[in-house]
């Protein structure tokens, strides 16, 4: 039987604020999980693969760059596996995200998509949202200020502002919501999710049913949203409110599973492992309905 050949691509730099280790780590260690399995795995950066050097029948991504992730497109279409999907990952982009999960029903802060040169007091105080997230839109996020919390729409007027005078066309404007931070990282078709609240206050800790009932919960959440976004490898960040509902504030791509990093490898091999088995079946049985 031929060895698979797979290529790896690394996230670029700019895209792994203060996680470049992380991320580097993560990937590494999927593809020493793959070779276990016979596989031939090739480790590119975002640059190598951009300038045409790959040329392997399965890739598993990090990418980020405008350009990766239309060549990652265009790979799929013409037949290539590609984990995450370059449209997975497109949908990651703040807006796409936000318009995808809203209109899926999946719980998501109440928000508003605007041009950054607009004038959005108005309307902000006439919605009540004056503590709120604003967000980079129009791409994936490359520094921490790409993020704002603001505490008034006075305050949000000035945050758009310098996102204008960055060159950012567009943001996302979400309703701040009290609660719980959750943490949660998971990949599509195995048993692997992973969740912690990263500000518990100690002696806090809910009981054995409350854990049990938000693992459920937030298992059923996550991988229907992953559903919807088109991603096998991913993570995030949920609210969880008083009353112990969930809210999805943001979701990722391919994360670095720096709490999990183990597990979460084993996991996202066999996933690309099943991807593979899966991907050949279907070339297989296409290729005898041509006949």
């Given at each position: ?7 790896a ?10 996680h ?12 020493e999980?793959l070779?276990?399995?016979?596989c ?14 790959v040329?392997e ?5 990090m ?6 992730i239309?060549?990652?497109?265009q790979l799929?279409d013409?037949?290539?596996?590609v ?12 807006e796409?995200?936000a318009?995808?999960l ?5 719980p998501?802060?109440e ?5 950054t ?16 997230w ?5 791409f ?45 990282y ?6 692997f999710?992973?969740?912690?609240r ?9 009981n054995?049913d409350?854990?049990?009932h ?11 949203a ?18 112990g509902s ?16 183990a ?10 492992m ?11 049985a296409?290729?005898?309905?041509a006949?």
């Amino acid at each position: 039987m031929a060895t698979t050949r797979i290529a790896a691509i690394m996230r670029a730099g700019a895209f792994s604020p203060n996680h470049i280790g992380n991320d580097a780590t993560i990937m590494n260690t999927v593809a020493e999980q793959l070779r276990k399995r016979g596989c031939e795995v090739n480790i590119y950066s975002e640059e190598q693969f951009a300038a045409g050097k790959v040329t392997e029948p399965v890739i598993i991504n990090m990418c980020r760059e405008r350009r990766s992730i239309e060549l990652l497109q265009q790979l799929e279409d013409a037949g290539t596996l590609v984990i995450n999907s370059g449209y997975g990952i497109e949908n990651c982009i703040r807006e796409r995200q936000a318009r995808i999960l809203l209109g899926s029903n999946i719980p998501y802060p109440e928000s508003i998509i605007v041009d950054t040169d607009e004038a959005v007091k108005p309307r902000l105080t006439r919605l009540g949202m004056q503590q709120c997230w604003i967000k980079r839109g129009d791409f994936h996020a490359q520094h921490a200020e790409d993020v704002s919390y603001v505490r008034s729409a006075n305050e949000a007027q000035d945050v758009l502002q310098e996102y204008f005078l960055r060159g950012f066309h567009r943001a996302v404007i979400s309703r701040h919501l009290p609660g719980q931070l959750v943490k949660f990282y998971g990949v599509a078709g195995t048993p692997f999710f992973h969740w912690f609240r990263p500000f518990e206050p100690e002696g806090e800790k809910p009981n054995r049913d409350e854990q049990r009932h938000t693992d459920e919960q937030l298992k059923s959440l996550c991988r229907r949203a992953a559903r919807e976004l088109n991603l096998v490898v991913y993570g995030g960040e949920c609210i969880q409110a008083a009353d112990g509902s969930l809210s999805i504030i943001d979701f990722n791509d391919w994360p670095s599973f720096s709490a999990c990093r183990a597990e979460a490898a084993t996991n996202i091999a066999k996933a690309v492992m099943t991807a593979i088995r899966e991907h050949k079946d279907d070339n297989s049985a296409n290729s005898r309905s041509a006949k």
